[in-house]
């Protein structure tokens, strides 16, 4: 086993200690221990613990479907929001070409923006497509909509037999409309588990399929993961821990009154992790009144924008930096004759070397700056790596909303928009809060 990922705390020196970690053992134990017996708030959707292992059987399926899907299709659009939708996109940003990215896989229902939308049912006209539609409960506004739109355009192109096999729904095994659906059309389909969230479901069938029809190794994916659940799961020392560290490290600098932590990196092609870390960590922790708010930075992009409240703004923010210690590229700096541009002091490093030392600098100001920080690194990009991210940051956000006291895997809050929503679309069954929206609209 080859560990990928390590944490370095050393810049949270004026905040938290070697020793404040000790102390934090027995809290830190007893909520491991509860969430690996199963015994801690939400234990009914901790599936995803040992889903490395269990979504195994499925390989080959989702591997043969995948690859139909490459022969027979030049894209799969992939329906789906929150957790079945952004795991999938967030590794097939993070593995593809940074520039190009990967186009074998387009997104819909993930919002429901009208002009985006009609591209999309215009594009889906003129290409070959095939579509997988994700959606654990199989209501969720966004992707039915989405879906119902889909299926109404590629009939006009496929005949229904044409339809049965190009669709492919992932979803509750029992119940929801898109259960409904896909029963009564005959199409193909996965499930996913009731004991899996859809936050933490990157590496059940709503991540693994469109990953593996993006081309990339969803074996490789998992070995990382099991790799890394198996430290997580065997190691019970906060210090010989990254994910307790991790954990323990953010309870205490939220206890110290950081409320904001940003997720910051040098690395163009985790934007997308950024953006389902702050899913999985806003959705765990964000209730009950408490909770640290995830934000993200890309850097050294944002350092022309953000850099200056980062520096001298409110103190509310910790950063964790998220690092690649090796790039797969090296982009050499040559010396021009007349050095023009005042940049020969550069001549014979990297691009690599400038982006490695600009994350020192930063490092350091903002520390200065009394905005303590930590780093993520990872060893390089692939996929193996990405699956021990995958399990650490999981692991973590278990440990550190049971630290906070709530139930790191309910999202209630995430129905009181659904509601009004549905209420002001006139879905029947919503009548009596559509009457009391509309007085509050008006200002009665
Ligand atoms: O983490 C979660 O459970 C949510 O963010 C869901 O993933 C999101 O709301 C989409 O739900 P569904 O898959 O039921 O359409």
Redesign the pocket.
Known sequence: MAKQLSLDIALLQDYVTESDLENLQAKVSAVRESLLNKTCAGSDYTGWIDLPWSVESQLPVIKEIAAEIGDRADHLISI?????YLGARSAIDFLADPLLGNDRVVYFGHHIGSDYTASLLNFVQQKNVYVNV????GT?ME?ALGFHLIREALAKKYSRDELRTRIIATTDKASGVLRGITDAEGYRSFIIEDDI???FSVLSPSGLLPIAVAGYDIEALLAGARDMAHICKSEAAVLASDALTYAAARYLLFQKGKQVEILASFEPSAHSIAEWWK?LFG?SEGKERTGIYPASANLTTDLHSLGQFMQEGSRCLFETFFTITAARARVPIHAIDDDADQLNFLADQSVEFVNQQAYSATSYAHYEGDLPNMTIRLAKRDEYTLGQLFYFFEFAVAISGLLLGVNPFD?PG?EAYKQNMFALLGKPGYEERRAALAKKIKGE
Request: a positive charge.
């Open positions: 789906g929001i929150g957790g079945s994700i959606s654990k409960s969720t992707p969230g859809g936050r899913q959705e999202q995430v």
